[in-house]
């Protein structure tokens, strides 16, 4: 990965620590909703823009299920301190959802 993708980077990004093993619906696009407006396992950001790539980081071991609401057939698994990139050959992606194994999971997500 090119370091102007790199996780570090500033951009639209959203950072938490999913506290409980759980799903966490990551939006990329907000449609109205904001930081303001997160839940345990709804997470919004402040810019509203959709991807065709983005990057993940844990800090513990995860899975990607979910794009766009649709399942993937076999999750991803996000290696502990690697990022996990994807891009989709799809119009946008608005929001993608991960699964943990482990409480206090921190989560880093980027997209372009």
Same mark, same amino acid.
């Given at each position: 990965?090119? #370091?102007?993708?790199?996780?570090?980077?500033?951009?639209?990004?959203?950072?938490?620590?999913?506290?409980?093993? *759980? #799903?966490?619906?990551?939006?990329?696009?907000?449609? #109205?909703?904001?930081?303001?407006?997160?839940?345990?396992?709804?997470?919004?950001? *402040?810019?509203?823009?959709?991807?065709?790539?983005?990057?993940?980081?844990? *800090?513990?071991?995860?899975?990607?299920?979910?794009?766009?609401?649709?399942?993937?057939?076999?999750?991803?698994?996000?290696?502990?301190?690697?990022?996990?990139?994807?891009?989709?050959?799809?119009?946008?992606?608005?929001?993608?959802?991960?699964?943990?194994?482990?409480?206090?999971?921190?989560?880093?997500?980027?997209?372009?």
């Amino acid at each position: 990965m090119s #370091d102007d993708y790199a996780i570090e980077k500033p951009g639209d990004n959203i950072e938490f620590t999913a506290v409980n093993i *759980d #799903d966490y619906e990551i939006f990329f696009s907000h449609n #109205d909703n904001t930081s303001a407006d997160d839940t345990t396992t709804e997470k919004y950001p *402040d810019n509203s823009l959709t991807a065709r790539k983005f990057a993940i980081r844990t *800090d513990k071991n995860a899975t990607l299920i979910e794009v766009n609401g649709v399942p993937l057939t076999n999750g991803c698994t996000v290696v502990q301190q690697k990022t996990h990139s994807e891009t989709r050959n799809i119009a946008s992606i608005f929001k993608i959802k991960i699964r943990t194994s482990t409480a206090n999971t921190k989560i880093k997500v980027r997209w372009f």
